[in-house]
């Protein structure tokens, strides 16, 4: 039995020898030191042996047990340390190499622009209002003077919904909605960005969605002199301190008078050219001071109160002021395109 246990022994160590896998290992240890496995086997069968032989065998099957248990233990550690390095040798990460250029977003050309334009009027001490893109006819005709079948509702084709609601066409029913919201008896100093919709073909100078900047000043004394020296301002800060400005006398239902404002042009620098088409002079909004029907509309007593609005398009100042030559560009987003007006 002696001989069968070392024989055993002498087995199981070559086997472990040989193992390459903590899997080989594993079935070694079942085979050999497991429940079913010949030691276990020898174990059992001692109840056959002299009294004398006994303690002698048991004392060897348990060290031949041990021996093949810590073989396998350091086997096992042996395996786990060279499986370990591999790996390691395998992931090597060289830190030092350069890492690669992460892409970085930034605002929109418009809605940078629409920002400045914010700020700008901020700094004068109007707020910023909203209103819906889906308006009532009222607010988008009627409360602006633009009663049903006013010529003048033909200036701006329009995406109906309902009888009384559409897209809205301007930013102008905002005027409307925050004289109502102050009731009459408040100066009102807003403007309001958004988006507008009309029934245009999409073309280089056309969208059928675009964006719109509308303002107001209502209080107790407003000028005319106070709406030239604000657009003053802002044409000055937006396009150059070296811009003029001018006021043609226009016509806009809710204004009376009405004019449109024109820069002197850059390109040429008044001179006449391609770009302005030989006046020296690029259209950039209307306005005029608020007709005293849209204010009593609206519940302010043209008597006591009167005020100024102008609307702009924050598409063609993005144009005029970075040159671009077609107004799809701002809603095909071509990364190519935007990525000119990132800043840094
Ligand atoms: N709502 C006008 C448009 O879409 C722009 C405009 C002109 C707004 C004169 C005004 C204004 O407030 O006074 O063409």
């Known amino acids: 039995m002696k001989e069968r246990l070392q024989a055993l022994q002498a087995e199981a160590l070559t086997k472990v020898e040989e193992a390459a ?15 079913k496995g010949p030691i276990t086997e020898v174990l059992r069968g001692m109840g056959k042996l002299s009294k004398e032989e006994r303690p ?18 350091a086997k096992k550690e042996k395996l786990e340390a060279a499986g370990l390095e591999k790996r390691l040798e395998k992931e090597t990460l060289d830190v030092t190499l350069p890492g690669r250029p992460v892409q970085v977003g930034g605002p929109h050309l418009l809605t940078s622009i629409v920002e400045e334009i914010e700020d700008l009027f901020i700094g004068m001490g109007f707020e910023i209002k909203e209103g819906p893109e889906v308006e009532t006819d009222y607010y988008n005709f009627e409360a602006l003077n633009l009663p049903k079948g006013h010529p003048a509702r033909d200036m701006q084709d329009s995406f109906y919904i309902t009888e009384e609601l559409l897209m809205r066409t301007h930013t102008s029913p905002v005027q409307a909605r925050t004289m109502g919201e102050y009731k009459g008896n408040k100066p009102v100093k807003m403007i309001c960005p958004g988006k507008v919709y009309r029934r245009d073909t999409d073309d280089a100078t056309h969208s059928h969605q675009f964006t719109q900047v509308e303002g107001l000043y209502v209080d107790k004394n407003v000028r005319m002199s ?33 004019v449109e404002m024109d820069i002197s042009c850059k390109v040429c620098n008044g001179e006449g050219c391609s770009v302005c088409k030989g006046t020296g002079w690029i259209e950039i909004l209307g306005g005029g001071m608020v007709h005293p029907r849209v204010l009593e509309m609206a519940g302010y007593d043209p008597k006591v109160y009167n005020g100024f609005a102008f609307g702009m398009g924050p598409e063609r100042i993005a144009m005029l002021k970075y040159g671009v030559d077609d107004i799809r560009h701002f809603y095909t987003n071509d990364v190519r395109f935007l990525q000119q007006y990132h800043k840094a």
């Open 226 to 258: 106070d709406l030239k020296g604000v657009l003053n301002r802002f044409a000055k800060q937006l396009f150059g301190e070296d811009r003029e400005i001018r006021l043609r006398p226009s016509f806009f239902p809710f204004t009376e008078p009405s």
């Open 56 to 73: 002698v065998i048991g004392e060897l099957a348990n060290k031949v047990r041990e021996t093949i248990a810590n073989e396998l233990d």
């Open 21 to 35: 896998t903590l899997s080989d290992l594993q079935d070694i240890r079942v085979a050999y030191l497991g429940k």
